[in-house]
Protein backbone atom coordinates (compact mmCIF):
# COMPACT_ATOMS: atom_id res chain seq x y z
CA UNK A 1 0.00 0.00 0.00
CA UNK A 2 1.21 3.34 -0.61
CA UNK A 3 2.01 6.19 2.17
CA UNK A 4 -1.13 7.93 2.97
CA UNK A 5 -0.43 11.71 2.07
CA UNK A 6 -0.24 13.90 4.95
CA UNK A 7 -3.21 16.78 4.08
CA UNK A 8 -5.49 13.84 2.96
CA UNK A 9 -4.93 11.98 6.40
CA UNK A 10 -5.72 15.30 8.20
CA UNK A 11 -9.05 15.38 5.99
CA UNK A 12 -9.89 12.29 7.06
CA UNK A 13 -9.48 12.84 10.67
CA UNK A 14 -11.24 15.97 10.34
CA UNK A 15 -14.34 14.20 9.30
CA UNK A 16 -14.18 12.25 13.65
CA UNK A 17 -13.25 15.87 14.61
CA UNK A 18 -16.39 17.67 14.60
CA UNK A 19 -18.09 17.95 18.46
CA UNK A 20 -21.54 19.64 16.87
CA UNK A 21 -22.26 16.22 15.86
CA UNK A 22 -24.16 14.57 18.08
CA UNK A 23 -25.01 11.32 16.34
CA UNK A 24 -21.69 10.43 15.51
CA UNK A 25 -19.89 10.80 19.04
CA UNK A 26 -23.19 8.86 20.64
CA UNK A 27 -22.64 6.13 18.52
CA UNK A 28 -18.80 6.04 18.15
CA UNK A 29 -19.22 5.78 22.12
CA UNK A 30 -21.89 3.55 22.69
CA UNK A 31 -21.21 0.31 21.65
CA UNK A 32 -20.65 -2.13 25.13
CA UNK A 33 -18.96 -5.38 22.83
CA UNK A 34 -21.51 -7.68 24.05
CA UNK A 35 -21.52 -9.75 20.73
CA UNK A 36 -24.79 -9.52 20.11
CA UNK A 37 -24.45 -8.55 16.60
CA UNK A 38 -22.23 -11.35 15.29
CA UNK A 39 -25.09 -14.02 14.75
CA UNK A 40 -26.81 -11.03 12.84
CA UNK A 41 -24.35 -10.66 10.05
CA UNK A 42 -23.66 -12.70 6.77
CA UNK A 43 -20.14 -12.33 7.07
CA UNK A 44 -19.74 -13.61 10.45
CA UNK A 45 -22.32 -16.71 9.76
CA UNK A 46 -20.27 -17.68 7.23
CA UNK A 47 -16.99 -17.61 7.70
CA UNK A 48 -16.52 -17.18 11.70
CA UNK A 49 -14.09 -15.03 11.83
CA UNK A 50 -13.69 -12.72 14.55
CA UNK A 51 -12.92 -9.93 12.62
CA UNK A 52 -16.48 -9.96 10.79
CA UNK A 53 -18.34 -9.03 13.98
CA UNK A 54 -20.20 -5.80 13.51
CA UNK A 55 -19.03 -4.26 16.67
CA UNK A 56 -15.47 -4.82 15.21
CA UNK A 57 -16.23 -2.16 12.61
CA UNK A 58 -17.47 -0.36 15.04
CA UNK A 59 -14.66 -0.49 17.04
CA UNK A 60 -11.85 0.11 14.38
CA UNK A 61 -13.46 3.65 13.78
CA UNK A 62 -13.44 4.34 17.51
CA UNK A 63 -10.10 3.76 17.85
CA UNK A 64 -9.28 6.19 15.49
CA UNK A 65 -11.37 8.69 17.46
CA UNK A 66 -10.30 8.00 20.93
CA UNK A 67 -6.32 8.37 19.72
CA UNK A 68 -6.94 12.18 17.89
CA UNK A 69 -9.98 13.17 20.23
CA UNK A 70 -9.51 12.08 23.93
CA UNK A 71 -6.94 12.64 26.39
CA UNK A 72 -6.42 9.17 26.86
CA UNK A 73 -6.01 8.12 23.31
CA UNK A 74 -3.38 10.94 22.94
CA UNK A 75 -1.43 10.59 25.71
CA UNK A 76 -2.00 6.28 26.91
CA UNK A 77 -3.39 4.78 23.77
CA UNK A 78 -2.63 1.08 24.58
CA UNK A 79 -4.82 1.90 27.63
CA UNK A 80 -7.70 2.09 25.70
CA UNK A 81 -7.07 0.48 22.17
CA UNK A 82 -6.64 3.65 20.23
CA UNK A 83 -5.01 3.24 16.87
CA UNK A 84 -2.96 5.57 14.73
CA UNK A 85 -4.45 6.13 11.08
CA UNK A 86 -1.60 4.65 9.30
CA UNK A 87 -1.13 2.05 6.22
CA UNK A 88 -1.59 -0.84 8.50
CA UNK A 89 -5.01 0.55 9.90
CA UNK A 90 -6.08 1.62 6.31
CA UNK A 91 -5.71 -1.30 4.94
CA UNK A 92 -7.67 -3.00 7.56
CA UNK A 93 -10.42 -0.80 7.41
CA UNK A 94 -10.50 -0.77 3.33
CA UNK A 95 -11.11 -4.92 3.86
CA UNK A 96 -13.47 -4.57 6.81
CA UNK A 97 -15.84 -1.32 5.93
CA UNK A 98 -15.72 -1.85 1.94
CA UNK A 99 -15.03 -5.71 1.22
CA UNK A 100 -16.93 -7.08 4.89
CA UNK A 101 -19.73 -5.37 4.87
CA UNK A 102 -23.45 -4.43 3.25
CA UNK A 103 -24.48 -1.99 5.26
CA UNK A 104 -28.09 -4.27 5.35
CA UNK A 105 -28.75 -2.89 8.76
CA UNK A 106 -29.88 -5.92 10.01
CA UNK A 107 -26.97 -5.78 12.77
CA UNK A 108 -28.44 -2.26 13.82
CA UNK A 109 -31.86 -3.89 14.73
CA UNK A 110 -30.72 -6.86 16.77
CA UNK A 111 -28.23 -4.27 18.45
CA UNK A 112 -29.13 -4.29 22.15
CA UNK A 113 -28.59 -0.42 22.70
CA UNK A 114 -29.36 0.84 19.38
CA UNK A 115 -26.00 1.68 17.88
CA UNK A 116 -26.34 2.53 14.65
CA UNK A 117 -23.14 0.57 12.59
CA UNK A 118 -23.99 1.02 9.19
CA UNK A 119 -23.89 5.16 9.77
CA UNK A 120 -20.09 4.71 11.42
CA UNK A 121 -19.54 1.90 8.73
CA UNK A 122 -20.32 4.47 6.42
CA UNK A 123 -18.50 7.59 8.27
CA UNK A 124 -15.22 5.49 8.03
CA UNK A 125 -15.88 5.02 3.94
CA UNK A 126 -16.40 8.96 3.86
CA UNK A 127 -12.39 8.52 5.58
CA UNK A 128 -11.20 6.30 3.27
CA UNK A 129 -12.64 8.52 0.31
CA UNK A 130 -10.71 10.95 1.73
CA UNK A 131 -7.72 9.21 0.87
CA UNK A 132 -8.23 8.19 -2.13
CA UNK A 133 -8.70 4.23 -1.14
CA UNK A 134 -12.03 3.86 -2.64
CA UNK A 135 -11.70 -0.34 -4.45
CA UNK A 136 -11.18 1.04 -7.90
CA UNK A 137 -13.80 -1.13 -9.33
CA UNK A 138 -16.59 0.74 -7.10
CA UNK A 139 -14.72 4.32 -7.80
CA UNK A 140 -15.09 3.33 -11.70
CA UNK A 141 -18.67 2.94 -11.59
CA UNK A 142 -19.16 6.62 -9.41
CA UNK A 143 -16.98 8.05 -12.50
CA UNK A 144 -19.15 6.83 -14.45
CA UNK A 145 -22.30 8.05 -13.37
CA UNK A 146 -20.39 11.23 -12.91
CA UNK A 147 -18.63 11.89 -16.35
CA UNK A 148 -22.17 10.48 -18.45
CA UNK A 149 -25.33 10.64 -16.45
CA UNK A 150 -25.24 6.84 -16.03
CA UNK A 151 -23.50 3.99 -13.62
CA UNK A 152 -23.11 1.91 -16.75
CA UNK A 153 -21.79 4.77 -19.00
CA UNK A 154 -24.46 3.86 -21.72
CA UNK A 155 -24.60 6.28 -24.57
CA UNK A 156 -27.55 7.99 -25.22
CA UNK A 157 -27.94 6.52 -28.45
CA UNK A 158 -27.88 3.09 -27.12
CA UNK A 159 -30.33 3.70 -24.21
CA UNK A 160 -32.93 5.53 -26.67
CA UNK A 161 -32.99 2.89 -29.46
CA UNK A 162 -33.76 0.49 -26.52
CA UNK A 163 -36.76 2.86 -25.71
CA UNK A 164 -37.92 3.02 -29.18
CA UNK A 165 -37.42 -0.78 -29.55
CA UNK A 166 -39.62 -1.25 -26.02
CA UNK A 167 -42.10 1.25 -27.11
CA UNK A 168 -42.68 -0.90 -29.93
CA UNK A 169 -42.98 -4.13 -27.86
CA UNK A 170 -45.56 -2.61 -25.84
CA UNK A 171 -47.48 -1.74 -28.48
CA UNK A 172 -47.80 -4.99 -30.17
CA UNK A 173 -48.28 -6.58 -26.32
CA UNK A 174 -51.20 -4.34 -25.55
CA UNK A 175 -52.41 -4.05 -29.15
CA UNK A 176 -52.57 -0.45 -29.26
CA UNK A 177 -49.79 1.46 -31.81
CA UNK A 178 -50.38 4.54 -29.91
CA UNK A 179 -49.20 3.18 -26.37
CA UNK A 180 -45.85 4.91 -25.73
CA UNK A 181 -42.90 5.17 -23.50
CA UNK A 182 -42.09 9.15 -23.64
CA UNK A 183 -38.99 10.54 -23.35
CA UNK A 184 -38.24 14.09 -22.51
CA UNK A 185 -42.21 15.20 -22.50
CA UNK A 186 -42.22 18.62 -20.12
CA UNK A 187 -45.28 18.75 -17.55
CA UNK A 188 -45.89 15.17 -16.92
CA UNK A 189 -47.39 13.93 -13.80
CA UNK A 190 -44.70 11.13 -13.52
CA UNK A 191 -41.03 11.79 -13.73
CA UNK A 192 -40.00 7.92 -13.81
CA UNK A 193 -36.61 6.46 -13.31
CA UNK A 194 -34.52 3.34 -14.23
CA UNK A 195 -31.69 1.58 -12.60
CA UNK A 196 -29.10 1.30 -15.74
CA UNK A 197 -28.96 -2.26 -15.41
CA UNK A 198 -32.28 -2.08 -16.91
CA UNK A 199 -31.93 -0.77 -20.57
CA UNK A 200 -28.48 -2.44 -20.87
CA UNK A 201 -29.64 -6.04 -19.50
CA UNK A 202 -33.39 -6.35 -18.24
CA UNK A 203 -35.51 -4.15 -21.05
CA UNK A 204 -38.61 -6.09 -20.51
CA UNK A 205 -38.58 -4.54 -17.13
CA UNK A 206 -39.17 -1.09 -18.65
CA UNK A 207 -41.93 -2.54 -20.75
CA UNK A 208 -43.51 -4.27 -17.46
CA UNK A 209 -43.48 -0.75 -16.35
CA UNK A 210 -44.75 1.10 -18.97
CA UNK A 211 -47.56 -1.60 -19.35
CA UNK A 212 -48.90 -0.50 -15.82
CA UNK A 213 -48.76 3.13 -17.08
CA UNK A 214 -50.41 2.32 -19.53
CA UNK A 215 -53.12 1.04 -18.18
CA UNK A 216 -53.38 3.55 -15.51
CA UNK A 217 -53.73 5.85 -18.17
CA UNK A 218 -50.86 7.84 -16.55
CA UNK A 219 -49.30 10.80 -17.76
CA UNK A 220 -44.91 10.16 -17.47
CA UNK A 221 -42.10 10.65 -18.80
CA UNK A 222 -38.60 9.37 -18.94
CA UNK A 223 -35.39 11.37 -19.32
CA UNK A 224 -32.69 10.49 -22.34
CA UNK A 225 -29.75 12.09 -19.95
CA UNK A 226 -30.26 11.89 -16.35
CA UNK A 227 -32.86 8.65 -15.91
CA UNK A 228 -30.63 6.79 -13.57
CA UNK A 229 -31.82 6.10 -9.55
CA UNK A 230 -28.60 4.75 -8.77
CA UNK A 231 -26.28 6.60 -6.54
CA UNK A 232 -23.16 4.80 -5.82
CA UNK A 233 -21.56 8.09 -4.72
CA UNK A 234 -23.18 7.06 -1.17
CA UNK A 235 -21.02 3.46 -1.02
CA UNK A 236 -17.86 4.83 -1.76
CA UNK A 237 -18.61 7.44 0.97
CA UNK A 238 -17.67 10.29 -1.07
CA UNK A 239 -20.39 13.05 -0.44
CA UNK A 240 -18.98 15.65 -3.03
CA UNK A 241 -20.07 12.99 -5.91
CA UNK A 242 -22.94 11.71 -4.30
CA UNK A 243 -24.32 15.22 -4.14
CA UNK A 244 -23.48 16.15 -7.85
CA UNK A 245 -25.21 12.69 -8.89
CA UNK A 246 -27.99 13.57 -6.68
CA UNK A 247 -28.55 17.02 -7.95
CA UNK A 248 -28.46 15.97 -11.63
CA UNK A 249 -31.53 13.87 -11.09
CA UNK A 250 -33.09 16.73 -8.99
CA UNK A 251 -32.70 19.39 -11.55
CA UNK A 252 -33.42 17.19 -14.31
CA UNK A 253 -37.01 16.58 -12.75
CA UNK A 254 -37.43 20.64 -12.54
CA UNK A 255 -35.84 21.44 -16.31
CA UNK A 256 -39.12 18.58 -17.44
CA UNK A 257 -41.28 19.77 -15.19
CA UNK A 258 -42.45 16.37 -13.49
CA UNK A 259 -44.88 16.68 -10.49
CA UNK A 260 -43.87 13.37 -8.86
CA UNK A 261 -40.26 11.68 -8.76
CA UNK A 262 -40.77 8.15 -9.02
CA UNK A 263 -38.20 5.87 -7.76
CA UNK A 264 -37.56 2.88 -9.54
CA UNK A 265 -37.05 -0.61 -8.44
CA UNK A 266 -33.53 -0.07 -6.68
CA UNK A 267 -33.49 -0.51 -2.88
CA UNK A 268 -30.30 2.58 -2.66
CA UNK A 269 -31.41 4.38 -5.45
CA UNK A 270 -34.27 4.68 -3.07
CA UNK A 271 -32.27 5.12 0.22
CA UNK A 272 -30.22 7.58 -1.39
CA UNK A 273 -32.64 9.97 -3.14
CA UNK A 274 -35.57 9.97 -0.85
CA UNK A 275 -33.60 10.32 2.34
CA UNK A 276 -30.10 11.33 1.98
CA UNK A 277 -30.91 13.48 -1.46
CA UNK A 278 -32.35 16.49 0.64
CA UNK A 279 -29.44 16.59 2.87
CA UNK A 280 -26.63 16.26 0.28
CA UNK A 281 -28.68 19.05 -1.44
CA UNK A 282 -29.18 21.30 1.79
CA UNK A 283 -33.11 21.83 1.36
CA UNK A 284 -36.19 19.55 1.09
CA UNK A 285 -37.21 18.51 -2.82
CA UNK A 286 -40.07 20.85 -4.23
CA UNK A 287 -41.87 18.05 -5.57
CA UNK A 288 -43.34 14.69 -4.24
CA UNK A 289 -40.82 11.51 -4.36
CA UNK A 290 -42.16 8.11 -3.56
CA UNK A 291 -41.19 4.16 -4.65
CA UNK A 292 -42.91 2.61 -7.66
CA UNK A 293 -43.83 0.19 -5.37
CA UNK A 294 -45.91 2.94 -3.24
CA UNK A 295 -47.13 4.07 -6.53
CA UNK A 296 -48.67 1.04 -7.78
CA UNK A 297 -50.67 0.41 -4.71
CA UNK A 298 -51.49 3.65 -5.31
CA UNK A 299 -53.37 2.40 -8.31
CA UNK A 300 -54.68 -0.49 -6.95
CA UNK A 301 -56.49 1.16 -4.33
CA UNK A 302 -57.68 4.11 -6.73
CA UNK A 303 -59.01 1.39 -9.21
CA UNK A 304 -56.58 2.53 -11.98
CA UNK A 305 -55.62 -1.09 -12.64
CA UNK A 306 -57.29 -3.80 -12.19
CA UNK A 307 -55.56 -7.46 -11.37
CA UNK A 308 -56.55 -10.74 -11.86
CA UNK A 309 -53.95 -12.96 -9.45
CA UNK A 310 -55.13 -16.24 -10.69
CA UNK A 311 -52.65 -14.98 -13.74
CA UNK A 312 -49.99 -15.43 -11.64
CA UNK A 313 -50.80 -18.82 -9.67
CA UNK A 314 -46.90 -20.58 -9.57
CA UNK A 315 -45.41 -20.37 -6.20
CA UNK A 316 -43.73 -17.29 -5.15
CA UNK A 317 -41.59 -15.92 -2.95
CA UNK A 318 -40.47 -12.41 -1.69
CA UNK A 319 -36.87 -11.04 -1.31
CA UNK A 320 -36.99 -8.15 0.52
CA UNK A 321 -34.40 -5.45 -0.19
CA UNK A 322 -32.67 -4.08 2.96
CA UNK A 323 -32.74 -0.38 1.86
CA UNK A 324 -36.92 -0.56 0.71
CA UNK A 325 -37.53 -2.83 4.04
CA UNK A 326 -36.12 -2.91 7.23
CA UNK A 327 -34.38 0.34 6.14
CA UNK A 328 -37.34 2.25 4.29
CA UNK A 329 -40.61 1.01 6.11
CA UNK A 330 -42.10 -0.80 2.88
CA UNK A 331 -42.57 -3.98 4.45
CA UNK A 332 -47.05 -3.75 4.24
CA UNK A 333 -47.04 -2.20 0.96
CA UNK A 334 -44.97 -4.49 -0.64
CA UNK A 335 -46.57 -7.08 0.53
CA UNK A 336 -49.99 -5.45 -0.46
CA UNK A 337 -49.44 -5.21 -3.77
CA UNK A 338 -47.64 -9.01 -4.30
CA UNK A 339 -50.60 -10.15 -2.35
CA UNK A 340 -52.82 -8.79 -5.18
CA UNK A 341 -51.07 -10.11 -8.00
CA UNK A 342 -49.62 -13.39 -7.15
CA UNK A 343 -52.03 -16.80 -5.61
CA UNK A 344 -49.49 -18.56 -3.85
CA UNK A 345 -46.94 -16.36 -1.71
CA UNK A 346 -44.58 -18.22 0.36
CA UNK A 347 -42.66 -16.54 2.55
CA UNK A 348 -38.64 -17.12 3.69
CA UNK A 349 -37.31 -17.33 6.98
CA UNK A 350 -36.96 -15.03 8.52
CA UNK A 351 -38.40 -12.55 6.15
CA UNK A 352 -39.51 -8.81 6.22
CA UNK A 353 -37.83 -6.69 8.36
CA UNK A 354 -35.95 -9.03 9.59
CA UNK A 355 -34.30 -10.74 6.14
CA UNK A 356 -31.20 -11.82 5.21
CA UNK A 357 -29.81 -9.45 2.49
CA UNK A 358 -29.01 -10.60 -1.01
CA UNK A 359 -24.86 -10.12 -0.33
CA UNK A 360 -24.95 -7.81 -3.21
CA UNK A 361 -25.55 -4.73 -1.37
CA UNK A 362 -23.49 -1.64 0.01
CA UNK A 363 -21.91 -1.23 -3.21
CA UNK A 364 -20.82 -5.22 -3.24
CA UNK A 365 -22.17 -5.93 -6.78
CA UNK A 366 -19.97 -3.25 -8.20
CA UNK A 367 -16.26 -4.32 -6.15
CA UNK A 368 -14.97 -7.41 -8.22
CA UNK A 369 -12.18 -7.49 -5.51
CA UNK A 370 -14.44 -9.03 -2.92
CA UNK A 371 -16.90 -11.26 -5.96
CA UNK A 372 -15.87 -15.00 -4.12
CA UNK A 373 -16.98 -13.36 -0.54
CA UNK A 374 -20.07 -12.02 -2.16
CA UNK A 375 -20.75 -15.18 -3.29
CA UNK A 376 -20.22 -16.94 -0.26
CA UNK A 377 -22.26 -15.09 1.91
CA UNK A 378 -25.31 -15.03 -0.52
CA UNK A 379 -25.27 -19.28 0.12
CA UNK A 380 -27.75 -17.95 3.04
CA UNK A 381 -30.08 -16.66 0.68
CA UNK A 382 -29.74 -19.29 -1.60
CA UNK A 383 -30.43 -21.79 1.53
CA UNK A 384 -33.59 -19.46 1.94
CA UNK A 385 -34.72 -19.79 -1.34
CA UNK A 386 -34.25 -23.14 -1.73
CA UNK A 387 -35.73 -24.26 1.76
CA UNK A 388 -39.00 -21.99 0.39
CA UNK A 389 -39.55 -24.86 -2.51
CA UNK A 390 -41.16 -21.22 -4.37
CA UNK A 391 -40.53 -21.35 -8.48
CA UNK A 392 -40.44 -17.76 -8.42
CA UNK A 393 -38.79 -15.10 -6.49
CA UNK A 394 -40.01 -11.50 -6.50
CA UNK A 395 -37.76 -8.73 -5.61
CA UNK A 396 -38.11 -4.71 -6.10
CA UNK A 397 -34.85 -4.13 -6.48
CA UNK A 398 -32.84 -4.72 -9.58
CA UNK A 399 -29.18 -4.69 -7.31
CA UNK A 400 -30.63 -7.81 -5.90
CA UNK A 401 -32.11 -8.89 -9.10
CA UNK A 402 -28.45 -9.29 -10.45
CA UNK A 403 -27.16 -10.88 -6.97
CA UNK A 404 -30.05 -13.30 -6.99
CA UNK A 405 -29.21 -14.19 -10.49
CA UNK A 406 -26.13 -14.99 -9.82
CA UNK A 407 -26.74 -17.07 -7.06
CA UNK A 408 -29.37 -19.01 -8.78
CA UNK A 409 -26.66 -19.81 -11.98
CA UNK A 410 -23.47 -20.48 -8.68
CA UNK A 411 -26.17 -22.43 -6.07
CA UNK A 412 -28.31 -24.41 -9.24
CA UNK A 413 -31.78 -23.22 -7.54
CA UNK A 414 -33.67 -23.42 -10.64
CA UNK A 415 -35.76 -20.37 -9.92
CA UNK A 416 -37.11 -17.60 -12.02
CA UNK A 417 -35.93 -13.83 -10.31
CA UNK A 418 -38.62 -11.36 -11.03
CA UNK A 419 -39.12 -7.55 -10.32
CA UNK A 420 -42.59 -6.38 -9.06
CA UNK A 421 -43.43 -4.33 -12.15
CA UNK A 422 -43.09 -7.59 -14.25
CA UNK A 423 -45.61 -9.71 -11.82
CA UNK A 424 -48.03 -7.04 -12.14
CA UNK A 425 -47.92 -6.45 -15.39
CA UNK A 426 -48.41 -10.61 -15.55
CA UNK A 427 -51.47 -9.76 -13.80
CA UNK A 428 -53.35 -6.87 -15.55
CA UNK A 429 -56.63 -7.34 -16.76
CA UNK A 430 -56.59 -4.62 -19.61
Not at 17 to 46: F, P, Q, W
Not at 155 to 160: A, F, H, I, N, S
Not at 198 to 222: G, N, Q, R, V
Request: with cysteine; hydrophobic share 35%; net charge negative.
Amino acid sequence: MKPIDPVKREKALALLASTSDSKLLTHLNSCVRCGLCAISCMYYDTFHEAKYIPAVKVDIVASIYKRYNTFLGKHAPKLVNARPLNEETAEEMVDLLFGSCTMCGRCVTHCSIGVDISYLVHKGREMLAEMGMVPASLQSTVDAAVQTGNNMAIPVEEYTDTIEWMEEELQDEVEDENARIPLDETDCNIFYTLNPREPKFFPLSIKAMAKIFYAAKESWTLSSKYYDVTNYGYFNGNTAEATLIARNLHDEVLRLKGKRLILGECGHGSYANRWEGPNYLGHSYEFDMITAVELIKEYIDSGRIRLDKSLNSEPVTIHDPCNLIRNGGLFKTLRYVLHASCSNIIEMDPYGNDNHCCGGGGGQLAMSEYNERRLGIGKIKADQISKSSAKIVITPCHNCVDQLLQLNHTYKLNVKIMTVAEIVANALIL
